[in-house]
DNA sequence: CGGAACCAAAGGTCAGACTTATTGGTCACA
DNA sequence: TGTGACCAATAAGTCTGACCTTTGGTTCCG
C-alpha cells in the first residue's frame, strides 16, 4: 500500500505519521528523539530520518534544547500524498474526503476544458474507451470494473490538460474514487446520469469543444459534491 | 528565505533540490550516497537525511545495491512549496508560473464563492481593509504596497473559504505574486480594473452574494492569463 | 528587581564497523 | 546453445558511541 513500507524508517513514519494527522498530539506537544526510537526499538539514526521526513511534510519541527514540536494542522502540507493518506485513514476521513471533493469540483472542469484543447489523438482515444468501460460496468453491481474505469478516466483528463499541477492531482481523485466506492454512499449502481455525462466529456473533447467538456465536467462534479451533502444552491 | 536553512543537511537541499527541479540531471540518473556527502563535506549520516527528504518529495528514489536514482518530472510533489520554490528559482520559471497561474484560475473563483458563504465578520473587515489597501497603494509606483495588500487579499479569501486544501494554496498565490511584480510582467502602476474588480469581491463576500463574488473573482484570475498570454477563446 | 553568567538538556554531527538486499556475472548442467 | 542456480561485489541500511552546538532555564550578584 504505502511506499514508505520501504526500511525501518518507513516503518516508523507508517505509525507515527497517522498519529500525528489524526491529532493525537496536540499543537505544540513536544516528543523527544531519544524516546521516540526507543519506543519504536530503532537506532537514534533511523529516527533522526523519520524526524527529517515528518518536518519535509511541515508536521513538525525539530529545535535545539526543546524537541520535536508538533504543529498545527494548518501548516501540514495538506498536498504530500502521503499526508493525505493518512488523513483519510483516520478519524476525519468525511471531513477530508469533502475537502477533496472541493478541490475536484475546482480543478477538473478547467482541466477538461484545457484537455478538450490540449488532448493528444491518443489520449482521446484513451478517454472514449474509459467512458465506454464505464457504460460497460455501470449496471449489475460491477463496482470494481466501474471503479477502474472511472479513475482513468479522469486521470486522463487531467493529464490531458497538459498542466503540470492538474495530472499530479491524479493520484488524489483516485483516492477519492476509491475511497467512495469502498467506504461511503456508493449505491448499487452508479448514476446512469453520471455514466452519460462522461460518455459526453469525452466527445467534448474529441471534438474539441472546450466549453462543452468544462460545463459537463462540471455537472459531473456538482453530483459529486451532492452525493456528499455538500449542497450549492 | 528558505525554511531548511536550518542545519546542514538544510544546506545539501538547498544545493541539490534546485539541481534536480531544474533537471541537472537527466530521469534514471544514479547517484551514490557516499559520493554526495564527500561533495559536500558532510557526514553519511546528513547525507542520508538529505536524500530522505528528496525522496518523500519523490524528487528521487534510494535502493539498495543500485544508488539514489532521480524520478521523472511527473513524479515529483510539485505541491511541495518547497518544490515550488525551486522551481521558480530555476531555469522554467516562466513555465512554472504559467501552471501555477492556471491552477489559481480554477481554485479562486470556487474559494470566493465559498468564502462568501464562511467568512467571519471579522475576514469580511479584513477583506475591506485589504482591497482599501490595494486602492490606496494602485497610484504612483507604490507596487511593493500594492502588493502586500494583494496577498493578503487572496490569503483571505483562500482562508475564508474554510476548506483546507484552499487554505494551503495561500503561499503558492503569494509566490505568483510576488513573482509577477518582482520579474515578470507588471506595469508602472496595476489595472484599474483589477483594483476595482477586488473592492467588488470584497462587497459581494460581505453581501454573502457567493455567485457574485465567484464570478467577479473569475474575472480577476483572467486578467492574470491573459498577463501572461494564456488566452481562453 | 534586573541582568549577566552558568549549566544542563536535547538535537546536530561525525566516524567507523557491521548487516542486508540486490544485481550481474559465472559456471555447471540439460 | 540456452537456462538455471549459485556466488561475489556493491551500495544502501543500521547501529553504536563519542563529541559538538545551541538554547532555555536557573542562579547569583549588583
Same mark, same amino acid.
Do not use: K
Given at each position: 500500500?504505502?511506499?514508505?513500507?520501504?526500511?525501518?524508517?518507513?516503518?516508523?513514519?507508517?505509525?507515527?505519521?497517522?498519529?500525528?494527522?489524526?491529532?493525537?498530539?496536540?499543537?505544540?506537544?513536544?516528543?523527544?528523539?531519544?524516546?521516540?526510537?526507543?519506543?519504536?526499538?530503532?537506532?537514534?539514526?533511523?529516527?533522526?530520518?523519520?524526524?527529517?521526513?515528518? #518536518?519535509?511534510?511541515?508536521?513538525? #519541527?525539530?529545535?535545539?534544547?526543546?524537541? +520535536?514540536?508538533?504543529?498545527?494542522?494548518?501548516?501540514?502540507? +495538506?498536498?504530500?500524498?502521503?499526508?493525505?493518506?493518512?488523513?483519510?485513514?483516520?478519524?476525519?476521513?468525511?471531513?477530508?474526503?469533502?475537502?477533496?471533493?472541493?478541490?475536484?469540483?475546482?480543478?477538473?472542469?478547467?482541466?477538461?476544458?484545457?484537455?478538450?484543447?490540449?488532448?493528444?489523438?491518443?489520449?482521446?482515444? #484513451? *478517454? &472514449?474507451?474509459?467512458?465506454?468501460?464505464?457504460?460497460?460496468?455501470?449496471?449489475?453491481?460491477?463496482?470494481?470494473?466501474?471503479?477502474?474505469? !472511472?479513475?482513468? %478516466?479522469?486521470?486522463?483528463?487531467? &493529464?490531458?490538460?497538459?498542466?503540470?499541477?492538474?495530472?499530479?492531482?491524479?493520484?488524489? +481523485?483516485?483516492?477519492?474514487?476509491?475511497?467512495?466506492?469502498?467506504?461511503?454512499?456508493? %449505491?448499487?449502481?452508479?448514476?446512469?446520469?453520471?455514466?452519460?455525462?462522461?460518455?459526453?466529456?469525452?466527445?467534448?473533447?474529441? #471534438?474539441? !469543444?472546450?466549453?462543452?467538456?468544462?460545463?459537463?465536467?462540471?455537472?459531473? &462534479?456538482?453530483?459529486?459534491?451532492?452525493? *456528499?451533502?455538500?449542497?450549492?444552491?
Amino acid at each position: 500500500m504505502s511506499i514508505t513500507g520501504r526500511g525501518l524508517h518507513g516503518h516508523v513514519l507508517d505509525t507515527l505519521g497517522p498519529e500525528i494527522t489524526a491529532g493525537a498530539y496536540p499543537p505544540g506537544s513536544v516528543l523527544r528523539t531519544d524516546e521516540l526510537a526507543q519506543r519504536f526499538d530503532v537506532s537514534r539514526s533511523v529516527m533522526r530520518e523519520a524526524v527529517r521526513v515528518l #518536518e519535509s511534510m511541515h508536521l513538525v #519541527e525539530s529545535r535545539r534544547r526543546v524537541g +520535536v514540536t508538533v504543529r498545527p494542522a494548518c501548516d501540514w502540507n +495538506v498536498y504530500d500524498p502521503q499526508v493525505i493518506r493518512w488523513r483519510l485513514a483516520g478519524a476525519d476521513r468525511p471531513r477530508q474526503l469533502r475537502s477533496l471533493t472541493v478541490l475536484r469540483s475546482a480543478v477538473e472542469p478547467v482541466a477538461a476544458g484545457l484537455a478538450a484543447r490540449n488532448a493528444t489523438a491518443e489520449q482521446c482515444a #484513451e *478517454l &472514449t474507451e474509459c467512458a465506454l468501460g464505464m457504460v460497460a460496468n455501470s449496471r449489475g453491481g460491477q463496482l470494481e470494473g466501474y471503479l477502474f474505469h !472511472d479513475v482513468a %478516466f479522469h486521470r486522463v483528463i487531467l &493529464t490531458a490538460s497538459g498542466n503540470d499541477m492538474f495530472a499530479r492531482l491524479g493520484d488524489v +481523485v483516485a483516492e477519492v474514487l476509491t475511497g467512495r466506492t469502498h467506504h461511503d454512499v456508493m %449505491f448499487d449502481d452508479p448514476d446512469p446520469a453520471a455514466v452519460t455525462l462522461h460518455v459526453q466529456v469525452a466527445e467534448a473533447v474529441r #471534438e474539441r !469543444d472546450a466549453a462543452r467538456a468544462e460545463e459537463l465536467t462540471r455537472q459531473i &462534479t456538482v453530483g459529486a459534491l451532492q452525493e *456528499l451533502d455538500i449542497l450549492a444552491p
